[in-house]
Nanobody
Framework: QLQLVESGGGLVQPGGSLRLSCAAS????????IGWFRQAPGKEREGVSC????????NYADAVKGRFTISRDRTKNTVYLQMNSLKAEDTAVYYC????????????????WGQGTQVTVSS
């Protein structure tokens, strides 16, 4: 069974950092682009970042550029999202998702999703 599991969420003060992990089981991430999405209460799910199959190409939403970094570790079959300089507006449930081949901005193009991890930025 293909499964993604996110971890690393929590409560952090504004300006703080968190690193989210997206671990795969039942399949290798080597052939998948991995996207991070987030959904705040009352809002639609939005794309945050994506990393290509090769890892050579990454993209970010304007709201997180310069603060978030996506990376992948093939030896651990895991993708990470390093989040720095966190703001209250980053508060959301964060999801990782996998799709074959290319990154996509659209959540509907992703085949496999994790259960999400809560990130709360508050003083």
């Amino acid at each position: 069974q293909l499964q993604l599991v996110e971890s690393g969420g929590g409560l952090v003060q504004p300006g703080g950092s968190l690193r989210l992990s997206c671990a795969a089981s039942g399949f290798t991430l080597d052939y998948y682009a991995i996207g991070w999405f987030r959904q705040a209460p009352g809002k639609e799910r939005e794309g945050v970042s994506c990393i290509s199959v090769s890892g050579d190409t990454t993209n970010y939403a304007d709201a997180v550029k310069g603060r978030f970094t996506i990376s992948r570790d093939r030896t651990k079959n895991t993708v990470y999202l390093q989040m720095n300089s966190l703001k209250a507006e980053d508060t959301a449930v964060y999801y990782c998702a996998a799709k074959r081949n290319w990154c996509s901005t659209y959540a509907r193009n992703y085949d496999t999703w994790g259960q999400g991890t809560q990130v709360t930025v508050s003083s």
